[in-house]
């Protein structure tokens, strides 16, 4: 299983970005596919996630309201579409696959870097004026 991001890049604040992950494999309705995101000089964190069916999902703190997770069993890909980016979003950007989902009273969980499978190239995101 292998997994490609795609769509970072310059944006001005309060811009728009949408980020793509596409798998090479099969991703069974149980895996978790997630974004982290990684700044200098800070630790990789979780951002949002879905399940391989597209049913559950969840975010971080900081970007709930204004991103959005979504999952296209089509093309065995999921895209992160990020609005009202402020400078504080800049990072890169990494899909990553856990080969499982994990509820706790039906909340999706995200989980962290360290319990990531597999892991994508990443993709720089740059807000600014």
């Known amino acids: 299983l292998r997994i490609v991001e795609s769509g970072g890049g310059l944006v001005q604040p309060g811009g728009s970005l949408t980020l793509s992950c596409a798998a090479t494999g099969s991703v069974p309705d149980y895996y978790t596919i997630g974004w982290f995101r990684q700044a200098p000089g800070k630790e990789r964190d979780s951002v949002a996630c879905i399940n391989g069916a597209g049913s559950k999902s969840n975010y971080g703190d900081s970007v709930k309201g204004r991103f959005a997770i979504s999952r296209d069993k089509a093309e065995n890909a999921v895209h992160l579409q990020m609005n009202n980016l402020t400078p504080e979003d800049s990072a890169v950007y990494y899909c990553?696959?856990?080969?499982?989902?994990?509820?706790?009273?039906?909340?999706?969980?995200?989980?962290?870097?360290?319990?990531?499978?597999?892991w994508g190239q990443g993709t720089q995101v740059t807000v600014s004026s």
């Open positions: 990553a696959i856990r080969s499982l989902q994990r509820l706790i009273y039906g909340t999706m969980q995200c989980g962290t870097a360290d319990e990531t499978d597999v």
